[in-house]
Structure formats: structure tokens, C-alpha cells
């Protein structure tokens, strides 16, 4: 019964920065960050597993994942934005002894968060 709420979404212009947020009860496996756009599948963004991160290409130099355990709170900054960047991004746990960028593997999602990158 793992619960996670997401924030720290928002509007910017190509080339800004957001950095969201999301908090959750407990995690042992991995957890991550995935992104969906109206008529698209969702996408694995990245993943961490303790020390150890796998991220899409898309996003590899320009995104950051981040967790800190005393505050249970994992993070995503995102850098040098670009329309394409453009989803609802959810955050997920329960996922694998490994960091994996496959939506079936996780078993428990945040809400969403709305992030609109324009041009």
C-alpha cells in the first residue's frame, strides 16, 4: 500500500527548468519517473535503484533523478526543456531489484503532473 503524490509541474518556455517532486511511504525496489502525451504510450523517463540510474535518451544530460531517503522524497530536474518534453509525468514504485524503464513493471502511480514546454 505504497502512496506517492507528485508536484512541481507547470508551464515554461523552451530552455527553462522545472524540477518535480514526489513523495511516497516506503520503497525497497526501484522507482521512476514515466511521461505520457495525448495519443502516445508512456514512456520510461528514468529510474533509480539506490545507486544505481537508467535513463531514457531522450532526456540523458538534460534530466536528473535524485532521492532523499530521510525526506522520502524523490526528484526529478529537468534542464534545457523542449516541447516534446511535453506530458503528464507520473511518478512509479515498486518496481524491480534494478532500475527498469518498463511501465509494467511497477505496481503502484502517483496522479500526475502536468508539464507544457513551449516554444
Known amino acids: 500500500q505504497v502512496q506517492l503524490v507528485e508536484s512541481g509541474g507547470g508551464s515554461v518556455q523552451a530552455g527553462g527548468s522545472l524540477r518535480l517532486s514526489c513523495e511516497y511511504t516506503?520503497?525497497?525496489?526501484?522507482m521512476g519517473w514515466f511521461r505520457q502525451a495525448p495519443g502516445k504510450e508512456r514512456e520510461g523517463v528514468v529510474s533509480?535503484?539506490?545507486?544505481?540510474?537508467r535513463y531514457a535518451d531522450s532526456v540523458r544530460g538534460r534530466f536528473t533523478i535524485s532521492q532523499d531517503n530521510a525526506k522520502n522524497t524523490m526528484y526529478l530536474q529537468m534542464n534545457n526543456l523542449k516541447p516534446e518534453d511535453t506530458a503528464m509525468y507520473y511518478c512509479?514504485?515498486?518496481?524491480?531489484?534494478?532500475?527498469?524503464?518498463?511501465?509494467?513493471?511497477?505496481?503502484?502511480w502517483g496522479q500526475g503532473t502536468q508539464v507544457t514546454v513551449s516554444s
Open positions: 512509479a514504485a515498486g518496481g524491480r531489484w534494478f532500475p527498469t524503464l518498463l511501465p509494467s513493471d511497477y505496481t503502484y
Open positions: 516506503t520503497s525497497r525496489t526501484s
Open positions: 533509480i535503484y539506490r545507486l544505481l540510474t
